[in-house]
């Protein structure tokens, strides 16, 4: 499947013209120079941000390099890193992959993970990446896992596995959208769980997981937590687009 995709894409980008995924101007990538330049310019990448969360910092919170809701109450996870603001230039691309299907915008924010990024990240000590997963029904749905289409796109050092069915999800629930921090992490309690045959994989490993968006943190929180009760060592979160932080 892999291969057909990698066919696919490159037949795409030999033959057929190619919109900008912010712009829409037509040229030959997926992202244009001018956009990737702003994308690289106004990233979280430039700004100082909480080393757990990945939120960015107020000015009296720099010095400790960790929010103030980090501090009040850690989180499970162990670092955050994300790409950009969830309300920047790649929302609507992002809107247009998951609720359009438009399968070019994955290629798209991949390359832009990849350009601006992928070479930030120090993955070396990185044993896993997982992909956020979606409930049954929700794929079922949709068709794909976005985070996984974007998961397996981004480039990692070769050491590096990406496992994308060993993070499973027990059921849907509704709409998370909506709701605040304690009302998400109410709701997600339990929801996730290991494949019994990674468990013994897993254990003692640093893991990556993998997400399209970050909201208040309470999905990735308990995905940490579950990770952490079987056994991994350390979890860090690599995020394409990152919210502001819901009202507790």
Not at 67 to 90: H, K, M, S, V
Not at 205 to 210: D, G, Q
Not at 211 to 240: C, F, H, P, Q, Y
Request: hydrophobic share 40%; glycine share 4%; with cysteine.
């Amino acid at each position: 499947m892999r291969i057909l995709d990698n066919l696919i894409q490159s037949f795409s980008n030999s033959v057929l013209p190619t919109a900008c995924i912010v712009c829409q101007q037509y040229q030959s990538a997926g992202i244009c120079t001018q956009c990737l330049q702003m994308i690289y310019y106004n990233c979280l990448l430039q700004y100082e941000c909480c080393h757990l969360c990945g939120i960015p910092l107020q000015s009296a919170e720099i010095k400790q390099q960790k929010c103030n809701a980090c501090i009040a109450e850690a989180p499970w996870f162990d670092q955050t890193i994300c790409l950009d603001r969830y309300d920047g230039l790649l929302q609507e691309a992002l809107h247009q992959f998951k609720y359009q299907k438009r399968l070019a915008c994955a290629h798209g924010l991949s390359e832009i993970w990849n350009t601006v990024l992928a070479n930030e990240i120090d993955d070396r000590s990185i044993d896993y990446l997982l992909p956020v997963p979606l409930s049954q029904k929700k794929l079922l749905a949709r068709g794909f896992n976005q985070s996984w289409e974007l998961a397996k796109r981004i480039e990692c050092g070769k050491h590096l596995k990406k496992l994308p069915h060993a993070l499973k999800r027990f059921h849907h629930v509704e709409d998370q959208a909506a709701k605040n921090y304690s009302a998400r992490q109410h709701d997600i309690r339990q929801m996730f769980y290991i494949d019994t045959k990674d468990v013994k994989k897993l254990e003692g490993k640093s893991i990556a997981v993998f997400d399209d968006v970050m909201t208040s943190g309470a999905t990735l929180n308990e995905i940490a937590r579950t990770l952490k009760m079987v056994g991994v060592a350390r979890v860090s979160n690599w995020v394409l687009l990152r919210t502001t932080k819901l009202s507790l």
